[in-house]
């Protein structure tokens, strides 16, 4: 079983910044398609942000294109959420998933389509 753990949730101002980051119990986001969802407080779980497996193509939401940024670092082990100009509206609980996949380019958008879910991190934005 892979676990995997968010991290980097807090309070912050309207126009202000954060930057998620997530990780899995295997230390290696290689062959695995990573996505960011967030529910907030009576809503259900929407998709954000996405990034591929192998070749680091990425997907947003458009509520929050152009504001946020999916990546990983150079060593392939974590996936940031860099979020900018955040509103009040993103205030949620954000969750990191990851699927394994062998295909280049591959990214999900859809929560069914991933296996490993990590516990959420709150992020609020006070107005």
């Known amino acids: 079983q892979v676990h995997v753990v968010e991290s980097g949730g807090g309070l912050v101002q309207a126009g202000g910044s954060l930057r998620l980051s997530c990780a899995n119990s295997?230390?290696?986001?290689?062959?695995?398609?990573v996505g960011w969802f967030r529910q907030a407080q009576g809503k259900e779980r929407e998709f954000v942000a996405a990034?591929?497996?192998?070749?680091?193509?990425?997907w947003y939401a458009d509520s929050v294109k152009g504001r946020f940024t999916i990546s990983r670092d150079t060593a392939k082990i974590s996936v940031y959420l860099q979020a900018h100009s955040l509103k009040p509206e993103d205030t949620a609980v954000y969750y990191c998933a990851f699927r394994a996949t062998p295909y280049k380019g591959a990214y999900y958008i859809t929560e069914d389509d991933y296996q490993y879910w990590g516990q959420g991190t709150q992020v609020t934005v006070s107005s």
């Open positions: 295997e230390r290696t986001s290689n062959d695995y398609a």
């Open positions: 990034i591929s497996g192998i070749g680091d193509t990425t």
